[in-house]
């Protein structure tokens, strides 16, 4: 087991250096030119040079990428020579609108997407699974085809229908819950958790609906698929309960796509859930990247291109060490 996450873990460092690399090339090799975006609406070809020598785009491109990494490791100096100004570990560059760390700015962001993921993740895996396996145990009846047909219907409907939706009803209608505010941040706070709950329920029903039809619905076809198993079958022939056969047996076979789903999710939700904190106006990873996108703030930019990469290969990673626990026929390969 240990040879297994090693191995995956070595492939994780490699596979995140090629998309740094990439992501980089992007950024600096692309049509839109940095020194412009950096220096402003009303730029002279002089002013334009001397933001090309603050922001090291003078140098050879290898050179920009092997300073651009090496404030992963320490501090480094930005700025053109003989006014760097220090930048702190992990340095990601500074923002071209307001000067400040990239890692500051995304590091006051990332509480928001957590708050906004972790609830969300909660309430569509227990749902998607909990109605999934119902579903399949229940197959061909008037329950069965209720919790189909209703899969069916949240997973048609965009987060921006649900979203709105529910801002309408329980928010400017009923007046039950308050809008979300972007002064409660985790459950820790002054809010206490009951406030940090109310906060963010509407965000997370939004993602859930959605998330937990698709869940229904793979859950309900690998459950089926693995009920009529030989396995399952000789189980059943041993006198065992139905609840032993399904829960120790059934599940334990029949969950591993969902594994696959949930950890792809995860990555891309803590990457940004864009759509989600524009409609709430909760101002995390996905909200600060359509800002930073709109004006032209590339260092922003290519930083949370690059964590959501990261959370994503992470996610892989993870999913790779829970089929191993799953099932240790995955951890010869």
Same mark, same amino acid.
């Given at each position: 087991?240990?040879?297994?996450?090693?191995?995956?873990?070595?492939?994780?460092?490699?596979?995140?250096?090629?998309?740094?690399?990439?992501?980089?090339?992007?950024?600096?090799?692309?049509?839109?030119?940095?020194?412009?975006?950096?220096?402003?609406?009303?730029?002279?070809?002089?002013?334009?040079? %001397?933001?090309?020598?603050?922001?090291?785009?003078?140098?050879?491109?290898?050179?920009?990428?092997?300073?651009?990494?090496?404030?992963?490791?320490?501090?480094?100096?930005?700025?053109?020579?003989?006014?760097?100004?220090?930048?702190?570990?992990?340095?990601?560059?500074?923002?071209?609108?307001?000067?400040?760390?990239?890692?500051?700015?995304?590091?006051?962001?990332?509480?928001?997407?957590?708050?906004?993921?972790?609830?969300?993740?909660?309430?569509?895996?227990?749902?998607?699974?909990?109605?999934?396996?119902?579903?399949?145990?229940?197959?061909g009846r008037l329950t069965d085809k209720l919790i189909v047909g209703a899969a069916s219907v949240g997973v048609s409907l965009p987060i921006p229908v649900t979203g709105l939706l529910l801002l309408l009803v329980f928010v400017s209608t009923l007046e039950l819950l308050p809008f979300?505010?972007?002064?409660?941040?985790?459950?820790?706070?002054?809010?206490?958790?009951?406030?940090?709950?109310?906060?963010?329920?509407?965000?997370?029903?939004?993602?859930?609906?959605?998330?937990?039809?698709?869940?229904?619905?793979?859950?309900?076809?690998?459950?089926? %698929?693995?009920?009529?198993?030989?396995?399952?079958?000789?189980?059943?022939?041993?006198?065992?309960?139905?609840?032993?056969?399904?829960?120790?047996?059934?599940?334990?076979?029949?969950?591993?796509?969902?594994?696959?789903?949930?950890?792809?999710?995860?990555?891309?939700?803590?990457?940004?859930?864009?759509?989600? %904190?524009?409609?709430?106006?909760?101002?995390?990873?996905?909200?600060?990247?359509?800002?930073?996108?709109?004006?032209?703030?590339?260092?922003?930019?290519?930083?949370?291109?690059?964590?959501?990469?990261?959370?994503?290969?992470?996610?892989?990673?993870l999913v790779d060490v829970a089929y191993a626990v799953i099932d240790p026929r995955v951890r010869v390969a």
């Open positions: 087991m240990t040879r297994f996450v090693l191995r995956r873990f070595v492939a994780m460092i490699a596979l995140l250096l090629v998309i740094s690399f990439v992501t980089f090339s992007l950024f600096q090799l692309g049509p839109a030119d940095p020194a412009a975006a950096a220096c402003g609406q009303e730029c002279t070809p002089e002013r334009i040079a %001397e933001a090309r020598v603050a922001l090291g785009m003078d140098k050879p491109f290898f050179s920009q990428y092997f300073a651009y990494m090496s404030g992963l490791l320490g501090d480094r100096a930005v700025g053109a020579p003989g006014t760097e100004t220090l930048c702190s570990w992990p340095c990601l560059g500074k923002s071209f609108q307001t000067n400040e760390d990239v890692t500051t700015i995304i590091g006051r962001a990332l509480p928001y997407t957590v708050s906004v993921a972790s609830g969300a993740i909660v309430l569509w895996t227990i749902a998607g699974v909990g109605l999934g396996l119902l579903a399949a145990l229940r197959k979300t505010t972007n002064e409660i941040v985790s459950p820790f706070g002054a809010a206490g958790p009951g406030g940090w709950f109310l906060n963010y329920l509407l965000p997370w029903v939004a993602l859930a609906v959605l998330f937990s039809a698709q869940y229904i619905r793979i859950t309900r076809s690998n459950m089926l %698929e693995t009920f009529g198993e030989d396995f399952m079958r000789t189980a059943r022939s041993k006198g065992m309960t139905r609840r032993r056969v399904v829960f120790k047996h059934g599940v334990r076979a029949g969950i591993t796509p969902v594994v696959t789903m949930l950890g792809m999710d995860i990555g891309v939700l803590l990457g940004g859930a864009v759509l989600t %904190e524009q409609i709430f106006s909760v101002p995390g990873i996905g909200f600060t990247a359509v800002h930073a996108a709109q004006s032209g703030d590339l260092p922003v930019t290519m930083a949370i291109t690059m964590m959501a990469a990261f959370f994503i290969i992470v996610a892989n990673v």
